[in-house]
C-alpha cells in the first residue's frame, strides 16, 4: 500500500473531518436558534410570557454549550488518534495547533453571554 493511499484511510482524518461537519451544522442550528430568539424579544408582544421564551433561550445556550464542547473534544481525540504519517502533514501541523481549550471556554462564554442579552432583553 502507498503513503498516499495510506493517508487517505486514515480512519483519524476521516472522523475528524465528522466532527468539523457537525460543528459547523451546529453552528448553523444555533444561529437560526438565536435569531429566532431575538426576534421574539425584540419584535413580540412578550406580555406574560416571559417566563415560557426563556425555555428556548436556556435550551439554545444548553445546545450551544454541549454541542459545541462535543464536537471541540472530538475533534481532539481524533487529532491524537492520527497515523505517525499524517502527524507529519501539513494540514496535521496546522489543525493540530490550534487552541482547543480556548475555544471551548469562548463557546462557553459565547453561549453564557447571548442568553444573558436575550433574557435582559425580555425582563427589562
Not at 416571559?50 to 473534544?73: H, M, N, R, S, Y
Not at 501539513?90 to 433574557?119: F, H, K
Request: proline share 2%; no cysteine.
Amino acid at each position: 500500500m502507498t503513503k498516499e493511499r495510506e493517508q487517505i484511510i486514515d480512519p483519524s482524518i476521516n472522523g475528524l473531518f465528522h466532527a468539523i461537519s457537525f460543528q459547523l451544522a451546529g453552528i448553523a442550528i444555533v444561529f437560526m436558534a438565536n435569531s429566532v430568539n431575538y426576534t421574539f424579544v425584540l419584535f413580540a408582544d412578550t406580555n406574560s410570557h416571559e417566563i415560557a421564551l426563556t425555555v428556548p433561550i436556556i435550551a439554545t445556550a444548553l445546545f450551544t454549550i454541549v454541542w459545541g464542547d462535543a464536537t471541540l473534544k472530538s475533534q481532539v481525540s481524533h487529532i491524537k488518534d492520527a497515523t505517525d504519517y499524517t502527524k507529519k502533514t501539513n494540514a496535521y501541523l496546522d489543525i493540530s495547533s490550534q487552541p482547543y481549550n480556548l475555544l471551548r471556554v469562548m463557546n462557553l462564554g459565547l453561549a453564557v453571554a447571548l442568553a444573558a442579552s436575550q433574557l435582559t432583553i425580555l425582563f427589562s
